[in-house]
């Protein structure tokens, strides 16, 4: 039997996004993202050097962090205080690399922009949100480097965006909340630029196969979302941002 998805949507519809901007006040760049009732807080931080690695190239770096906060899910889970577990490591790579995308080259001086994602209310999609959250902060920024003339002008080529799909009750849906995602029998997560360029796709089997023609229909939905995602990211953009610290 296959139920209906919460609050009527389609299977191609995503869930109500919302793309709050400057939601961290010190920050200097920030994004509150959410998705239906999954909501991430992306903030970026600009901090002078590299990593060892870098030193001496006068190339700059951008690398992610993502954590779950205790009460984003039903019961109480743990910090990570040690060390991040393999899902959290897996998760924040993603990210790095996704927002890595955003550039061609790292040619904009020994600066390191570290994005923390953390998720306050985890409803399913947590990676997504924390993508697209993450350009938008991003953005910021770089703009932010360019108005304080620690650059000349902002090294952002194009801005990513992320949606889950899958299949559940044996129909292909976009953007799973946490019912469907338990559900899913083909579970898969999708990552392109603004270009309409793949940056990453990850999808498996979770209960099973699936055959090249679901995974056509999964890629189609995903893009046709993520249009709609590139469109909220370009209208938060344009929108008048409050004064972040040091502006």
């Not at 039997?1 to 200097?28: C, F, H, I, Q």
Request: glycine share 10%; net charge neutral.
């Amino acid at each position: 039997m296959t139920e209906p998805r919460t609050g009527g949507r389609s299977t191609s519809a995503t869930r109500t996004v919302s793309l709050e901007r400057g939601a961290a006040k010190y920050a200097e760049g920030s994004c509150l993202a959410a998705f239906g009732e999954t909501r991430v807080l992306c903030v970026v931080s600009v901090e002078d050097g590299v990593p060892s690695w870098k030193k001496g190239r006068g190339e700059g770096w951008l690398t992610a962090e993502y954590a779950m906060l205790p009460r984003a899910t039903h019961t109480r889970s743990q910090r990570e205080r040690d060390k991040p577990q393999g899902r959290t490591q897996e998760i924040q790579r993603l990210i790095g690399r996704s927002v890595r995308a955003m550039l061609d080259d790292f040619r904009f001086g020994e600066y390191t922009l570290k994005v923390d994602c953390d998720v306050m209310q985890a409803d399913g999609g947590t990676r997504t949100a924390a993508i697209t959250g993450a350009s938008v902060a991003v953005v910021d920024a770089f703009d932010w480097m360019v108005r304080t003339g620690r650059l000349k002008q902002s090294p952002v080529k194009r801005r990513v965006a992320a949606v889950s799909v899958g299949v559940v009750d044996g129909q292909a849906r976009v953007d799973l909340d946490y019912a469907e995602d338990v559900r899913a029998g083909v579970d898969m997560n999708v990552v392109m630029s603004s270009e309409g360029r793949f940056v990453e796709v990850q999808g498996t089997g979770e209960h099973g196969t699936f055959g090249r023609d679901e995974l056509d229909t999964l890629l189609s939905l995903a893009e046709g979302a993520i249009r709609t995602l590139d469109v909220a990211q370009s209208a938060a953009l344009a929108a008048t941002l409050k004064a972040t610290v040091g502006a």
